[in-house]
DNA sequence: TAGCCTAGAGAACGATCGTTCTCCCCGCAA
DNA sequence: TTGCGGGGAGAACGATCGTTCTCTAGGCTA
């Protein structure tokens, strides 16, 4: 019918795809045709849906902000406390830390790539840190912590990506976990 | 005399061109074009000294790493015990992320740029880090700490880093060190 | 069946980049 | 003064990449 039909199926292939191939490699070192391999569509689909590879990191960027919310709340899903829902992130962290694929997180990663040449990108990766931050905040509160507290397990949970990312290991998750329970323990 | 004259301020001022311009705008958006120009020498010479980009890379990574330490020891100098000499490492974040050009830590960014692709990058960043986790490993020994509180605050260092690079503010420094003094004081 | 719209495959284009090559000039030895 | 070797400037080359264009085949409408 109309020619600009355009298959829902289809954006989703290459969000996914892209954000496979980005994560894995950087974003630079992957090109439009790799994405449209991974993705099994035709270039001129890609750029019918996404009219520029800038646009299409956008969207991969706003979707895997919405993917770290809904895991965390995975992760929280049995969690009942405050405390335990601050914990819960840990645990989340040390599941993500596992997974094969794991190479860091995908804002600092993107920001270090690109945030000093691209305004949008670093925006994104500002937006995103800055919502997670104000999440723990608020849970923070809810059990009689500082702002500063908040921030100081917020570092905790950076740094724990960080180096795990560098040393491919799971275990600055448990490690970031015992750091913030010290931290909490010496709130009174 | 020789034809392979190799002014020594030459390769100096190659590798101090590079590292401004890497950092500033990570290391695939700047060309060798850029650095020639930087550094003011031509691109014959650039080449005569660094065989390749990858080259040159290799030895600004190296040169980081010195500076550094070189940094680290000179917010130590005044430190006499184990415990200033830990937080002195705040100061200098402190000073560090004062800085204009600050952009977060070069190894983190490279790796994030490049680490996926470039095994040497990879393993420049590991082994910079592991140095560091060792060094801190080191004093938190001397104070009575477990490896297990060393590494913590090695995440609080990390942390510190990523978030001041993408919020551009210096308050990281502080509330690692805070961080790190909550954590000191409960090894008794 | 005839005509047309669409989509796919991939060639093509223009820009950039890492690297090398050419050309020209200068300073030095005889 | 006359060659000559080295160095500078930047053109050139080959590869890659983002983006667009062309060509062709196929399916739907009348």
Same mark, same amino acid.
């Given at each position: 019918?109309?020619?600009?039909?355009?298959?829902?199926?289809?954006?989703?292939?290459?969000?996914?795809?892209?954000?496979?191939?980005?994560?894995?490699? #950087?974003?630079?070192?992957?090109?439009?045709?790799?994405?449209?391999?991974?993705?099994?569509?035709?270039?001129?689909?890609?750029?019918?849906?996404?009219?520029?590879? =800038?646009?299409?990191?956008?969207?991969?960027?706003?979707?895997?902000?919405?993917?770290?919310?809904? #895991?965390?709340?995975?992760?929280?899903?049995?969690?009942?406390?405050?405390?335990?829902?601050?914990?819960?992130?840990?645990?989340?962290?040390?599941?993500?830390?596992?997974?094969?694929?794991?190479?860091?997180?995908?804002?600092? =990663?993107?920001?270090?790539?690109?945030?000093?040449?691209?305004?949008?990108?670093?925006?994104?990766?500002?937006?995103?840190?800055?919502?997670?931050?104000?999440?723990?905040?608020?849970?923070?509160?809810?059990?009689?912590?500082?702002?500063?507290?908040?921030?100081?397990?917020?570092?905790?949970?950076? #740094?724990?990506?960080?180096?795990?990312?560098?040393? #491919?290991?799971?275990?600055?998750?448990?490690?970031?976990?015992?750091?913030?329970?010290?931290?909490?323990?010496?709130?009174?």
């Amino acid at each position: 019918m109309t020619g600009l039909t355009t298959d829902p199926g289809i954006r989703d292939q290459v969000l996914a795809a892209a954000d496979r191939l980005f994560y894995a490699r #950087g974003v630079q070192n992957v090109g439009m045709d790799a994405v449209r391999s991974e993705a099994g569509v035709s270039l001129k689909r890609l750029y019918q849906v996404f009219p520029s590879k =800038n646009a299409l990191l956008g969207e991969v960027l706003r979707r895997r902000s919405e993917t770290w919310d809904a #895991g965390l709340a995975e992760a929280s899903a049995g969690a009942t406390t405050s405390r335990e829902h601050l914990l819960a992130i840990f645990d989340f962290l040390d599941g993500w830390f596992r997974s094969d694929d794991f190479r860091g997180c995908v804002f600092v =990663n993107t920001f270090a790539e690109l945030g000093a040449v691209s305004p949008e990108v670093a925006a994104v990766a500002r937006a995103h840190k800055s919502r997670f931050h104000r999440y723990v905040e608020g849970l923070v509160a809810e059990l009689g912590g500082t702002a500063d507290l908040a921030a100081q397990i917020a570092l905790l949970v950076e #740094g724990a990506q960080v180096t795990a990312a560098i040393t #491919g290991s799971p275990v600055p998750a448990r490690q970031a976990c015992a750091a913030t329970e010290t931290l909490l323990a010496a709130i009174g």
